[in-house]
């Protein structure tokens, strides 16, 4: 990969503007997704889910893998009410706080923030074997993955319904005398006349309504044969503070292809200046975590890691 080497923040914003956000036909920007990460993603920090880090679930076939997943959220479900106070509505509510608070599953943590990656890129320089400082990186997802939100927007198709002003029509406009007694299911005489009510239109509503086709059903995060892009509810402050998204994986033990995604490699020696440009913007612990580890770990950067130097 390494699309885009960075070597400082205004580099970074370059490219975010002028690079990533690439225009459709229309003038639009597509939508992005980001994801910062302290390493590269080689070897052990390839982009896949948490679940896809354990090796022995390769010997599984595709079904015990689902089971295996669907058991363990059960079992973690049957745990929430003693812990939760808005029980989730569905399985991918469930699954969102199980991947949370760190349970394996087949989500990816992504923000719709460049700055958010960048900081979750940077706040930390790791170091490799031999104690040299690494470079880090931003991932850009670009495969544009279907969202569960759209999903569910899908309009329903409403099966017409008989009414009042459609039998009337039909009593005078038959030609080919397909209706015998069109006024035969509204109880009314052939050549009666019909004042239509408000009362009738209500009926005819609520007819509508009950014989609306419901949308397509949605499937489970495990019935998924796409990767889909899901908004979680904010089951915490730090999904909302981070403007998180998750990426629901349909293949969780496989890395994401490179075509998918762009790599933006933060070279490690901008990592300081980069930093303080962010705790500038207020892109920081206490923002990005709002509880006492996020001012605790602000205290930590500001007082004791770059010397109470902004």
């Known amino acids: 990969m390494n699309d885009f080497p960075i070597d400082s923040f205004e580099e ?3 490219v975010i503007r002028d690079e990533i956000g690439i225009p459709e036909g229309d003038g639009k920007r597509v939508r992005r997704y980001f994801r910062g990460q302290s390493r590269l993603a080689r070897g052990s920090y390839v982009l896949r889910p948490s679940i896809g880090r354990y090796p ?5 076939s595709f079904y015990q893998q689902r089971k295996l997943e669907e058991d363990v959220l059960d079992t973690f479900g049957n745990h929430l009410l003693s812990y939760v106070n808005h029980l989730p509505r569905n399985e991918w509510e469930s699954l969102a706080i199980a991947q949370h608070h760190g349970l394996p599953t087949r989500f990816m943590d992504w923000t719709t923030n460049p700055l958010v990656a ?3 890129a940077c706040r930390e320089t790791k170091k490799d074997k031999d104690n040299n400082p690494m470079d880090s990186a931003v991932y850009v997802l670009i495969s ?4 569960l939100s759209d999903l569910k927007r899908a309009p329903a198709n409403i099966i017409p319904v008989k009414d009042l002003e459609t039998v009337k029509a039909a009593a005078t406009d038959d030609p080919y005398g397909e209706t015998d007694d069109p006024y035969e299911d509204f109880g009314i005489k052939e050549g009666e006349n019909v004042e239509i009510t408000q009362d009738d239109e209500l009926r005819e509503g609520e007819a509508q309504a009950t014989n609306a086709v419901p949308p397509k059903d949605i499937p489970t995060p495990f019935e998924i044969d796409e990767n ?3 908004d979680p509810p904010h089951v915490s402050p730090r999904i909302r503070a981070q403007d998180g998204v998750l990426l629901a994986c349909h293949q969780p033990l496989l890395p994401l292809e490179e075509k998918d995604v762009l790599e933006l490699v933060i070279s490690h020696k901008a990592h300081d200046d980069i930093r303080r440009r962010l705790d500038q913007y207020g ?3 206490k923002q990005l975590f709002p509880d006492l580890d996020g001012i605790a770990k602000w205290l930590k950067y500001r007082v004791f890691e770059i010397n109470g130097m902004t």
């Open 228 to 230: 889909i892009i899901y």
């Open 56 to 60: 022995h679930l390769n010997n599984l």
């Open 283 to 285: 892109v920081f612990d």
């Open 144 to 147: 544009e993955p279907t969202r």
């Open 12 to 14: 970074y914003l370059h």
């Open 118 to 120: 960048l900081y979750f």
